[in-house]
């Protein structure tokens, strides 16, 4: 069974990794975390509730620098 996030999950993480939008009315959002890694995340915002498919939110995984899915997810649950 997948690993399911709503928007909103993804929406803290890039709180989290200070990631702003690169230009406006854009979906490209980059930031430099705490940890000192530039991101880019692709992300296409809606509202909190809405699920994510499992490939976004694979792909989202990966360019937050995660290994995969579960590893994202124990990062949230850890950090909330």
């Given at each position: 069974?997948?690993?399911?996030?709503?928007?909103?999950?993804?929406?803290?993480?890039?709180?989290?990794?200070?990631?702003q939008?690169?230009?406006?009315?854009?979906?490209?959002?980059?930031?430099?975390?705490?940890?000192?890694?530039?991101?880019?995340?692709?992300?296409?915002?809606?509202?909190?509730?809405?699920?994510?498919?499992?490939?976004?939110?694979?792909?989202?995984?990966?360019?937050?620098?995660?290994?995969?899915?579960?590893?994202?997810?124990?990062?949230?649950?850890?950090?909330?």
């Amino acid at each position: 069974m997948p690993i399911r996030f709503s928007m909103g999950h993804i929406k803290r993480l890039l709180v989290y990794f200070n990631m702003q939008l690169l230009r406006k009315g854009g979906f490209i959002y980059g930031g430099l975390g705490k940890d000192g890694i530039w991101r880019t995340c692709k992300f296409d915002y809606h509202k909190d509730n809405d699920t994510l498919r499992p490939g976004t939110a694979n792909s989202i995984a990966h360019s937050l620098k995660f290994k995969d899915v579960e590893e994202m997810k124990k990062f949230i649950d850890n950090n909330k």
